[in-house]
């Protein structure tokens, strides 16, 4: 039996996988930020983990991702511009399936698996 692989493709056993917040277009366009558990998506580098500081219609603290099993949540969170999936505002915190892109701002975003 080969031995098992471990690297950015495979997650390490009893740890979450981890995955990637992309940038596809905008200011930043080609970016990319790894999380395992959750990361906050804003304009200030205090308050964000993935900072879109180039676009003016990103709030300070503005949209969460957070991994809730083997499932995505995405929260806007209270953000000026808001945040859209499949062209509908984010109210509250909707699942988001891997590879499907939305928008912070002006930003399109989308989260794969690392």
Known sequence: ???????AGAPREGLAAM??????SGPLDG???????EITIGRDYALADACLSLDRYVSRQHARLQIDG???RLTDLRSRNGTR???QPVVGDVPLPVGEPFVVGRTLLR???A
């Open 85 to 87: 999936l499949g062209g």
């Open 111 to 113: 989260v794969t698996r």
């Open 70 to 72: 083997s499932a995505i």
């Open 19 to 24: 995955y990637l917040l992309e940038v596809l």
């Open 1 to 7: 039996m080969a031995p098992r692989q471990e690297g």
């Open 31 to 37: 970016t990319t930020w790894p999380f395992e558990r």
